[in-house]
């Protein structure tokens, strides 16, 4: 009975630990693949700003890992509406004036605010990350970053880019 017993336990700790699959994609030569992520969504907030000194322009470039889009148009331009969402404490007041789109590369925004962004304010990227593409946020950098006052002149600020993987 006891050697029953034994062999009952030990086919089904076989079995159990034989079960694979542990909701991933697939399964290859026995490495299994999370399923990927569906999006990323980078944040940029200008750190040093102070409530006087508003920035009424920036432009600013950041880099996008091989693999992640901006949402585009069927013509392969920014669907600017769906990307970019700007919190700003005059949103009225705001225009994007240019987004370009560097596959596998870059984007760069270029915006305008009559009444200036505040140090509240910030700019959200909405991007797509494709099937097989597995980046983290630390692949997404800020390249270039110019700002100017409401008066043309250049401001020094380090703005701060947080990206999260959905």
Request: proline share 6%.
């Amino acid at each position: 009975m006891k050697r029953i017993l034994r062999i009952i336990i030990a086919i089904s700790t076989c079995i159990i630990c034989s079960c694979g699959g542990g909701g991933a994609t697939s399964q290859n030569g026995g490495i299994t693949t999370p399923n990927p992520s569906t999006s990323a969504r980078s944040v940029i907030k200008p750190t040093s700003l102070v409530a006087s000194q508003n920035v009424a322009g920036i432009q600013l470039t950041i880099s996008i890992p091989s693999g992640v889009t901006p949402v585009l148009n069927p013509d392969g331009s920014v669907d600017v509406a769906s990307t970019l969402v700007v919190s700003s404490s005059a949103p009225a007041n705001y225009t994007l004036t240019s987004v370009k789109y560097t596959a596998g590369s870059s984007l760069t925004i270029t915006g305008i605010d009559a009444s200036g962004f505040g140090p509240s304010d910030s700019i959200t990227i909405n991007m797509k990350v494709n099937s097989g593409s597995y980046p983290t946020g630390s692949d997404f950098k800020i390249l270039s970053f110019e700002a100017y006052d409401i008066y043309g002149a250049a401001l020094s600020l380090n703005p701060a880019l947080a990206t999260t993987i959905q």
